[in-house]
């Protein structure tokens, strides 16, 4: 059960992280709580899906070239799936990068 915890308040903190990027960044826009914790599960199930296609190496957690332009196109797309979330290209680039940092800053066990 312990592991149902995790991934629901994982998934809880990056809607608040969604939330946060969309208030500060141009080019990218989430409106409400419900879209963004949509909008972190629909970013886990496209990163899961490339991820198995296509291996290890587009994880953003390899810190590579590859990785941060997955998890920009992942942001992207994401707007197709989600209402009430709008992304520009620079958008999705700004976005990865600041969940990038925030995903190396915040510890693994506290997310």
Request: glycine residues 10%.
């Amino acid at each position: 059960m312990q592991g149902w915890l995790g991934a629901i308040i994982r998934f809880i903190v990056s809607a608040f992280v969604l939330l946060a990027v969309s208030y500060f960044l141009p080019g990218f826009e989430i409106v409400g709580f419900a879209n963004a914790l949509i909008a972190a599960v629909v970013i886990a199930l496209i990163g899961y899906i490339i991820e198995s296609i296509l291996g290890d190496d587009v994880s953003p957690q390899s810190r590579g070239l590859v990785g941060f332009l997955t998890s920009a196109s992942v942001i992207y797309l994401t707007q197709f799936v989600v209402g009430n979330m709008t992304v520009t290209i620079i958008g999705a680039l700004l976005a990865a990068l600041v969940i990038g940092i925030v995903d190396a800053v915040v510890p693994t066990e506290l997310r």
